[in-house]
């Protein structure tokens, strides 16, 4: 009994003491500390959060920069499909598409593109000299037009240099003989040929549907060639475009060639 007694005042006097060591102010700045540290929390995932802004808002710019190229490609292949559509449709100026006809072949109506002649991949050449239609290959590789010619000789005239030359027309007609001021002469290598091979150059007057030009010709041998006319874009320059899934849009008959408007 005497040691109960004596240990419950020895009990208050400890709970005393450590009421005595805890500050008033203590519990406060606790809660301070708390409070600061939330913030800086908060402060950090703002700056995630505008990080992310930033990151979305340039997506969204090349998004619409993506946008805007692909309509513009779409334009563009709407645009040559409808140039091969073969369908009759109306221009400004009276231009007409023309129509092709169950065989492959285009009628006679002008193809005509801002202003220009639309030529096909192959194309009826009335030569001027020939008095005949020739086959001619439309090729926009080719810088210079060549014309099939054999038996191409030199001579001179009143002191100015002619070539004669022989021309083969395509429907097994005899071969017709040109003469023609000569312009010039080319070196070029074949690709199954070391050599370089001199050719003669001279300008010749033809026809195709409603163009009527002077161009010039280097004079080669093209009878292992399917046609005997090419036209590069020396030709085609200014005055027409090539569509390739198109051939034969003039008629060999003018009569039936629409003009091109001017």
Same mark, same amino acid.
Not at 41 to 64: C, E, K, M, P
Not at 67 to 77: E, S
Not at 197 to 209: F, H, Q, T
């Given at each position: ?35 600061? +540290? ?11 959060? $505008? @990080? ?11 998004? *619409? ?8 490609? #779409?334009?563009?292949? *709407? ?7 073969? /369908? ?32 096909? !991949?192959? +194309? ?9 239609? &020739? ?9 210079? *037009?060549?014309? /099939?010619?054999? #038996? ?7 002191? $100015? ?6 021309? @083969? &027309? ?8 040109? +003469? @023609? ?7 070029? !290598?074949?690709?199954?040929? $070391? ?14 549907? +409603? ?7 280097? &004079? *080669?041998? !093209? #009878? ?15 005055? @027409? ?8 849009? !003039? ?12």
């Amino acid at each position: 009994m005497r040691a109960v007694l004596f240990f419950i005042p020895l009990l208050v006097l400890v709970n005393a003491c450590t009421l005595s060591q805890t500050r008033p102010g203590s519990i406060p700045r606790q809660t301070n500390l708390l409070l600061q +540290e939330q913030a800086d929390l908060i402060g950090v995932q703002a700056q995630r959060l $505008d @990080a992310i802004a930033g990151t979305q808002h340039t997506l969204l710019t090349h998004l *619409s920069a993506m946008q805007t190229q692909l309509a513009a490609i #779409n334009k563009k292949v *709407s645009n040559g499909r409808s140039l091969t559509t073969g /369908s009759k449709k109306e221009k400004a100026g009276g231009q007409i598409h023309s129509i092709p006809n169950k065989s492959g072949v285009h009628s006679g109506k002008a193809l005509t593109l801002d202003d220009k002649a639309i030529l096909g !991949r192959v +194309e009826y050449v009335w030569l001027d000299g020939a008095n005949h239609y &020739l086959k001619a290959r439309i090729d926009t590789g080719a810088k210079s *037009s060549s014309l /099939s010619a054999t #038996n191409v000789q030199r001579f001179e005239r009143n002191g $100015d240099r002619w070539v004669r030359f022989d021309v @083969a &027309l395509f429907d097994d007609r005899p071969e017709v003989t040109l +003469e @023609a001021p000569l312009l010039r002469h080319v070196k070029i !290598r074949q690709a199954s040929v $070391d050599e370089l091979e001199r050719r003669a150059v001279v300008k010749l007057s033809i026809r195709l549907g +409603e163009i009527h030009e002077e161009t010039e010709f280097t &004079l *080669s041998d !093209r #009878n292992e060639m399917l046609y005997s006319v090419l036209l590069g874009r020396s030709f085609l320059r200014d005055i @027409a475009v090539v569509d390739v899934a198109k051939k034969f849009t !003039r008629s060999r008959d003018p009569k039936l060639t629409v003009q091109v408007a001017p």
